[in-house]
């Protein structure tokens, strides 16, 4: 028995079993029970920022001629709030990485949240037709660009089973052919890594090197490459131009998160605790709540800011 569970320990995750994971990992992909409390803790830390983000927004959106308003406003245009939005924005697509690592229903678990995410579409399509909710429409938000994410983490993280399938025989005689079939486990972070070098290096350098990342693009793109490659326009969609109030563009995103699962892969899959168990308890248990329900308390925000914004406009 010792044996086998020893073998067990030995072996790599397959992607569809709980063979090789450690105890707390088996725990985590299977019971829900025990954690990592300190990806739950960063977790909930970039939600509770992504939601003070998007009030400072309705703020200056509802109130720009108030004291608070012209705040927000500042805020917004800081440079303090550009940098902390991508250290944030990269962390989150990050944590979303090494949790795929560590699932095993990464198929399930993309389409869940891009079907959430066109949800949350519907909803502010029909704000957006009021009168008082106007720029509210997500064309293809972060929960969009989440679901794409992880489903191309399925994609490769399946080619790299499938090749460590082929390697099997070879890596049992072949010291050499080992490492190669458990560098298989890195495919999608290695992915990641050369989208991520094309598009910064290649695709999105103006000749006067300003990066067009973040910036509204005065064109008539569609949709498609819109959401791809993170052109907007000024205009509301209308099929042949693209805006999105809350935009993230499967590029570069999707490549914070293909790169983060390599930590998920080598750092966590056979670890037996969190390494910081006390993010768990006392004072940090509400962020770590927070995390554990990331995708709720996001959607819940998103429902609850624009009624409360919209109402108050109407008084």
């Keep these: 028995m010792r044996q086998r569970q020893a073998q067990q320990n030995s072996d790599g995750y397959d992607g569809g079993s709980v063979e090789g994971l450690s105890p707390a990992v088996r725990d985590y992909v299977v019971k829900g029970k025990r954690r990592f409390a300190e990806l739950d803790f960063l977790r909930g830390i970039c939600v509770i920022l992504m939601v003070f983000d998007h009030f400072m927004f309705n703020v200056m959106e509802f109130f720009q001629k108030s004291a608070f308003g012209q705040f927000a406003i500042a805020y917004w245009e800081s440079g303090f709030r550009l940098f902390w939005h991508w250290t944030v924005v990269v962390l989150f697509f990050a944590l979303c990485g090494i949790s795929c690592a560590l699932s095993r229903s990464n198929l399930k678990r993309g389409v869940m949240c891009f079907l959430v995410g066109c949800l949350i579409s ?178 819940l925000h998103q429902i609850i800011l624009g009624g409360i914004f919209v109402l108050i406009s109407l008084i």
């Design 122 to 299: 519907w909803a502010t399509y029909m704000l957006e037709s009021t009168a008082m909710g106007k720029g509210f429409f997500i064309a293809f938000g972060v929960l969009h660009c989440l679901g794409i994410s992880i489903l191309l983490f399925a994609l490769c993280d399946f080619a790299g089973e499938k090749l460590r399938k082929l390697l099997a025989k070879r890596a049992e005689s072949s010291r050499g052919f080992a490492v190669v079939s458990e560098a298989t486990r890195a495919l999608p972070a290695l992915v990641g890594a050369i989208l991520l070098a094309v598009y910064f290096g290649c695709i999105f350098v103006r000749a006067d090197g300003e990066f067009l990342i973040g910036v509204r693009y005065e064109g008539t793109l569609g949709y498609f490459p819109s959401v791809l490659l993170g052109y907007q326009t000024d205009a509301a969609f209308d099929g042949t131009k693209f805006y999105s109030a809350d935009f993230f563009s499967v590029l570069p995103y999707a490549c914070f998160l293909l790169i983060g699962s390599v930590i998920g892969q080598y750092v966590y899959r056979k670890r037996q605790r969190s390494l910081l168990p006390f993010l768990g308890y006392g004072v940090a248990k509400p962020v770590d709540f927070i995390g554990r329900h990331a995708l709720i308390v996001y959607v």
